[in-house]
């Protein structure tokens, strides 16, 4: 199968933090691949804005250093990077001050799409888009990305979102969760509104229970600084989590279109019911043989933040009434597996005599690593014997599937920077979702605050606290194994 590759029209991409992590690491090899795609037209332009006193050189021998170490892409060519680079050009710029402004408009062309994209810290969006104003290098068709964290509060949100709004309209702004721009994350989309076999069943009347589970392996080491001003719930759980809970939660739209979309998974996030304390277990991980404690990577003894949260939420709407979602997310876990499980209710009587083992289908979405479903289904077990029943996959790995695609298909941040140029919102976060977000999210950081709440600790390597087990056991429910697939 032959991706298709649709070309977007010429830009101007204007990177502000242009040298930094997030532009070296991801936004810069992503754009590379697409432009060895043939996706980027030979007029498009990328504009790395940031402090440093480079040149568009010195700029470019910097870029070409982080495509080498980040991985532009497996089969590049010395040519086609510097093809690539020869797009590249570079204002240094004072996000506070008048230094760069006025260069940067000379440079801007008036018959492209214009963006911005902000990676670079929250307090400087209002700055930036000021001057994006002020010096007439963004008009009404500009659009600006930018990234998370959104705030750290609902107050700190709606801040950031009026700032935005005295230069930009709604439809200008892109706030990106990267795990939207994820193949399978779009894939549940399909899966639930592509099918028939599905939609009728994902309710109250014929599921349990539902799991959504990422887990990492990696440490917040070298971020220590951030993440412990965050913890799992602002930087997991906020976003990422949320999205994934309002895909699966969400009433279909009535098309597939950006507001169509978002109005759906707001109507999920406004359903969702205040989290009682205690159904919910936060956990930071202690020292390994040879691995730093989260107190240590983030070096302070007392810290009281969570590198892992387990915890149960209700929707109150007619779909789900009932129906609890237990979400679990954490650093230094036992394996690297992003994964939905959507686990259905039991039978209810068994025609099959001796057969007294609960067997369940349960829908898996495995998001990462090693992409697809499975479902398991009950059988008989071949051979002799009677009616022995057994459960089994039905598994539907995509790489198997669908072939190279799916190792082909661009990864989040290329896909995303791709619909900010083609002006499609669909992917990114509306003001108004990421403040019901908050709004939801506040209460419960709150309530940890006032009582002064210690997370427990965990193995790393293991899956968590022996008490997040629990907070399923007590229902009569158990986490799928981590495991990584
Ligand atoms: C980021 C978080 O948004 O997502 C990180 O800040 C986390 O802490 C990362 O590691 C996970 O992304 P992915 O794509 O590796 O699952």
Known sequence: MVSRVI??????????GGTGDLARRKILPGLFRRFLAGQMPDTSR??????????????????????????GAEKEKSEDVKAFLGRLHYVAIDAKGDGGWKELADLMRDDVVRAFYFSVAPSLFGDLAERLHSY?????????????????????????????????????????DHYLGKETVQNLMAV?????????????HYV????????????????GSYYDKSGAMRDMVQNHLMQLLCLIAMEAPN????????DEKLKVIRALQPVELHHIVRGQYEAGKDTPSYRQDVEDPRSRTESFIAMKVDIANWRWAGVPFYLRTGKMLKARTSEIAVVFKDLGHSIFPGDHARHRNILKIQLQPNEGMDLQVTIKEPGPGGMRLIDVPLDMTFADAIGEDVEDAPDAYERLIMDVIRGNQTLFMRGDEVEAAW?????????????????????????????????MHRDGRKWLELRAK
């Open 46 to 71: 990328i504009i790395g804005a940031a402090r440093s006193d480079l040149d568009d050189d010195g700029y470019r021998t910097m870029i070409a250093e982080a495509i080498e170490e980040f991985g």
């Open 7 to 16: 070309p977007v029209d010429s830009f101007d991409l204007v990177i502000f």
């Open 439 to 471: 709004a939801w999210t506040d209460p419960i950081i709150g309530g940890w605050e006032q009582r002064g709440d210690v997370p427990k600790t965990y193995e790393p390597g293991s899956a968590g606290p022996e008490d997040a087990m629990m907070l």
């Open 136 to 176: 007439k290098v963004a008009g009404q068709d500009a659009r600006i990305v930018v990234e998370k964290p959104f705030g750290r509060d609902l107050d700190s949100a709606k801040a950031l979102n009026d700032t935005l709004a005295q230069h930009f309209n709604e439809d200008q702004i892109y706030r990106i």
């Open 192 to 204: 639930r509104f592509g099918n028939v076999l599905f939609e009728p069943l994902w309710n109250s």
């Open 255 to 262: 098309e597939f279109t950006a507001d169509a979309v978002r």
């Open 208 to 223: 349990d229970h539902i799991e959504i589970t990422v887990a990492e392996t990696v440490s917040v080491g070298g971020r």
